[in-house]
């Protein structure tokens, strides 16, 4: 890594103890095995796609660390506005595994009946909102809930997730202008993955990383290994405490890599080499954990195995339960436009019943 | 009963509303310090200070995004965009997001909010400062889109859509804000959305109108009254989602009917009601149904008179949908 | 003639014409190194180079602005939006600058340029990947809009909207991208803009639509020519400015019109169509103008099929409009 | 002016002489005339508007330096975007007044055909592109135009005059990002005139200043004291110069101040002091280069009395013939919509001609 950017662990799992945060056993099992959790779940989601079991998925594998450990420095009552990569902040903030998966198939059992296309999760009881596809929208929203909460005087903070690519879009502007005006208690969390689809980085930006941004909104930007959970959750740590504190937003670039496609409708091999692929996956961000987990003495082969079995049962599961549930009805299909239905959407469900039972 | 200015009124229900309700927060371009370019937020900043009437940089996507962040966080916050010709910066978050996000959540978040903007043309303002963009967002399903023609229908619809629990565009014709004054009760009403107005009786035409050419349209029925046709003239008042009923009861009765609008002919809100009544009244119809309308070119600076209906184009189209 | 997919027809106009004409450059996100998600650029990177197939950053913004400002300087830009879902954070310069530049300076500086975006549903992509929202564009004085539903037509409307002097909004239906097939000459051609295409000849009912419906709309007369009812099914092409003539005339023989779009009802297209043609002729109709739309929700992601218009709604609708 | 301000001359008329750009009399001159004439010009378009033969205008009084020395930085092949308040720079480039006033009047002699409201000014044939109101959009026009520029090979480079008020908006992040990936030979010309309407510049951004925006951009940012036109003239042809060599975009911000009001729909005293308005007033920068003249002794009493006499009787000259054209043709309406009138406009111009008839 390059000077600047913080690393706590570096690959071969030798870690700085100056720098460690030194988090208890249970907590570092915690993460790890969240990270496990997402592993898998990534893994099964694009196997199902390849089946033809789910029409679309956008894998993170790779970038784990990343939103784990970003996620984990924040307490339940903050408020989450994902992207949509984002799947371990999701398990571990406490959406169920078999939520993710209906969402994905859009059935009855989905919180939000089965209205969104992939990767659209989100959970009101837990502080997540549901992300959306339009790219930079959750940023400004972000400022705005957190604007929302000081002049409510909750002590909470909100945190935006979102990508390099979305760092040209309008709304990073926008977002980070109304954060640093109003000192609102946001982290901006760019997940910077090499890649906005197959465009690179580099077509992104013309100054030479993310977290200098920041300097233009008068901003603390720092830069951390993506791949390093220890070194984002410190990063994060100290952006939310000087947010709850008063002391305004941060800009932060977690260093990572996609390692997956973008989506499974997604060929990487035209825009990008195996050999860069493969140099990052030596970085590998649970590799890294479990390193230093056992360089300290907190976790074994036995552990590992039991864990990994765990989760493929608990994946399976999920998905075997979602699978079975049915369709919405058609007549979800015309709720939630409005709290009460018009009555011009009234003679459309009337409509709509008609034809289904010819159908 | 107090009588009030279009732009007063607003900036009534405004201040009755904060007073009862600490959610409520205002944002926008120059609406603190000095009270918004035409005056509809006077005096607020000074009684509920400045984290309640915000002065926000100057960025329409960062009104709008931050006003629904706040919303979802459970504030109700009124926007106002300085003019309806600068809300297409955040196009993409009303669009996208605003008019979405109940549906998209399965009705867990709600966006809680107003878009105050003032509309139209008849000061002079040419094509930044005169658009009737309603269509745009009278064809987004999840907005809902109100127009006010009187200073009692602006206080009591804008009551009203701060008390709505779905996001509401609320258009203010700017040329009333000070041309039209009305009696307006002190304190609480509200004018239920969804409901247009019938402000005539009539027997021979039906004239469906809304905001500013309300006023062209009750002229020209006077004048047609006069010439013997008895015309009716209903204010949609609510632009979505319309009243069906209204108009459909009308067009029974009339038979006959004429849409006055200053928005662009091709897909105004008339299109639409010409259909609706097509699918719903068609065995009453005894005439084609009339569009007096603004015409398909940008909103012209110097030649304003020309591009907006008034009240002969109206009394005329009246009288060949009359004697059709 | 070489038979082609839709999405073919369209990366062949895009390459003759910037082998022919220099001032030709192509921008947007993923179409130069990747050949564009839906591969409509293929190889034109590898063929024109990275000065004339431009990655951008990811902004609709600045892929219009930039472009646009491309176009005044004389070049001939085609960006491309990923999805017409995502072209709203560049609809204020669509609106306010692209559609107004040539009348706002007196026709001394014209946009010349086109964007290109898919649009519709089928294709399993919810809210955000299958919208139809063509009512904005067409409701935009100033803008071209056009929608192919065959690979003839993609390439030859592609062409006509490439050497346009008005900016035009070209939407291809995604779902057609690679299941319709059909013969497109090599070379030189062009299917003029503003022209609709009379697919079927028939007696009963007219059928007026576009894009992707267009298929169900031939797939619906058909089934009703097995029944006995004759069905004219015109295909508009051009959303803007409309064929008014070639609707008429049809209405004039059939007396009867059904019109299918998977567009939202409210303002969708068909409300301009069912008031036209109540204006232009009223005394020809002998049935209710009916629509057979989109619902007025978001895009569905799980029942786009009970969303979207099929052949059974449509063939229904012309039952019953034949039969009233 | 504090440090890192680039100042050549100060509010006495002292001037540095290794900084000076030691212009040629004639050129100072012609500098000189057009900032009277921007004045003159001002402050006859206000008295019109208060008489009621104007409906709306928006002065540049006090702005005059910083936007004619940018302006006359650039070659007569150079493009210029600007926003709507640097008359002097439409004066400067050739804009006859006479037209100027049409287009206020929105007469049948404005080559814009009357259609537009205040202060939309431009020419092709001067490679002006005419303002228009939304905040912003010229910003990514420039960095287009000067990319086409580019790609023709042409020599050229764009600059895009803005506000203050202007660096929130979204296309100034979208328009320096094209800018700095693509090296855009663009300058983006900032006035920071203090304002945006009512709100004070400190509203718009939580960084110290503007320039230093120019580093999240990985592109060169400076300060220049906007009421001393030659240092203006001085920075603004350096970042010409870097550009015409490749060598990529430059942020300028001008520190000047708004003496007028926004419009002469703006009362001012709403959301300032008048002694804040007296303080700027001191450092005019009109004033400014005629202390510098007469300090090198290139100009007198006599030469100015001579010029404000001419400048008025031009202006009331321009005024005289625009306020005596009639209003644009009804067909005129209906034109240049498309390049061909559809059917549907042609139908709606007769239905305007017969309803005109009537009026
Ligand atoms: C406004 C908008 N434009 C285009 C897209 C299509 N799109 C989806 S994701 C994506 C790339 C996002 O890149 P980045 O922000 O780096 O996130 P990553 O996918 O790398 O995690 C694009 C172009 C979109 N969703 N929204
Ligand atoms: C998108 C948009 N929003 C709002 C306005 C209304 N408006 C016109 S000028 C202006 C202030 C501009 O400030 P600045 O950029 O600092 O330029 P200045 O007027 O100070 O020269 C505003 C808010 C507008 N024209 N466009
Ligand atoms: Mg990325
Ligand atoms: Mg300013």
């Known amino acids: 890594m390059s000077s600047g950017v913080l690393q706590v662990v570096n690959q071969e799992g030798k870690f700085d103890p100056k720098l460690d945060p030194d988090l208890p056993q249970s907590e570092l099992h915690k993460l790890y095995r969240t990270m496990i959790y997402t592993r898998v779940f990534d893994n099964r989601m694009i196997a199902l796609q390849r089946q033809g079991r789910m029409s679309f998925y956008a894998p993170c594998v790779g970038e784990e660390a990343a939103h784990v450990g970003s996620a984990y420095a924040l307490k339940p009552e903050d408020w989450l506005f994902p992207q ?3 799947q371990g902040a999701m398990i571990l903030r406490g959406i169920p595994l078999e939520q993710l998966v209906s969402s994905l198939f859009g059935n009855r059992n989905d919180v939000c009946k089965g209205r969104n296309f992939a990767n659209a999760w989100g959970d009101r009881s837990l502080n997540i909102v549901n992300s959306s596809a339009p790219v930079g929208t959750q940023i400004p929203l972000a400022v705005g809930a957190a604007m929302a909460a000081k002049y409510k005087g909750d002590k909470i903070v909100t945190l935006a997730y979102f990508g390099d690519g979305s760092t040209s879009s309008g709304y990073f502007h926008v977002g980070l202008t109304f954060a640093s005006v109003f ?14 689809v197959s465009v690179p980085t580099q077509r992104q930006l013309g100054s030479e990383n993310i977290a200098v941004k920041a300097a233009g909104y008068g901003m603390e930007g720092v830069q951390v290994d993506g791949n390093d959970i220890l070194a984002v959750y410190r990063v994060t740590k100290d952006a939310v405490e000087r947010a709850r504190n008063g002391e305004g937003p941060t800009l932060i670039e977690a260093i990572t890599y996609r390692i997956g496609p973008h989506s499974t409708s997604d060929d990487p091999s035209r825009y990008r080499s195996q050999e860069e692929v493969e140099s990052w996956k030596r970085k590998d961000p649970i590799k890294r954990l479990r390193l230093y987990l056992e360089n300290r003495g907190l976790w074994g082969e036995k552990e590992e195995a039991d864990l990994w079995k765990e989760a493929e049962d608990m994946v399976s599961e999920a998905v075997r339960k979602a699978e079975a549930a049915p369709l919405p009805t058609v007549e979800s299909m015309f709720e939630d436009v409005y709290k009460e239905m018009s009555t011009a959407l009234k003679e459309q469900l009337q409509d709509a019943l008609t034809f289904h039972e010819w159908g | 009963m107090p009588v009030l200015t279009v732009v007063q009124a607003i900036n009534k229900a405004l201040s009755e509303e904060m007073s009862k309700d600490e959610s409520i927060v205002l944002l926008g371009e120059d609406i603190g310090v000095n009270g918004g370019v035409f005056r509809a937020t ?15 940089p100057l960025t329409e996507s960062g009104i709008i995004g931050i006003a629904m962040g706040m919303s979802l966080y459970g504030l109700k916050p009124v926007a106002e965009i300085q003019f309806l010709d600068f809300i297409y910066p955040a196009f993409d978050l009303i669009v996208n997001e605003l008019a979405k996000f109940r549906y998209r959540t399965g009705g867990h978040y709600t966006a809680h909010m107003v878009i105050r903007a003032p509309c139209g043309g008849g000061i002079k303002g040419g094509m930044y400062h005169s658009q009737s963009s309603e269509t745009y967002f009278i064809h987004t399903a999840g907005l809902k889109v109100v127009m006010p023609s009187s200073s009692y229908d602006a206080k009591g619809l804008l009551i009203a859509a701060i008390r709505d629990d779905d996001p509401v565009i609320f258009l203010e014709p700017k040329r009333l804000y000070r041309s039209i004054k009305g009696e307006v009760p002190e304190g ?27 006023h062209v349209a009750l002229e020209a029925a006077k004048k047609a009254g006069e010439k013997g046709i008895s015309v009716e003239v209903v204010d949609l008042r609510t632009l979505s989602p319309l009243d069906f009923d209204a108009m459909v009861t009308s067009v029974k009765k009339t038979g006959r009917v004429v849409i006055v609008h200053e928005a662009p002919r091709t897909l105004g809100l008339g299109a639409e009601i010409s259909a609706i009544i097509s699918e719903k009244a068609f065995l009453h119809l005894e005439a084609p149904i009339a569009r007096v309308t603004g015409y398909d070119t940008p909103y012209h600076y110097s030649l304003e008179e020309v591009y907006l209906p008034n009240v002969e184009k109206v009394l005329k189209t009246v009288e060949k949908t009359a004697s059709f």
């Open chain 1, 183 to 196: 000192k609102a208690p946001t982290i901006f969390f760019c997940k910077n993955n090499q890649y906005a």
């Open chain 2, 42 to 56: 006077e005096g607020l900043y000074q009684t509920f200070g400045s984290n309640r009437v915000i002065d926000t």
């Open chain 1, 84 to 86: 949509y990569r984002e």
């Open chain 2, 188 to 214: 609480d009403y509200a004018v239920q959305l969804g409901r247009a107005s019938v402000l005539t009786e009539g027997e021979d035409v039906s004239l469906f109108t809304y905001g500013a050419m309300v």
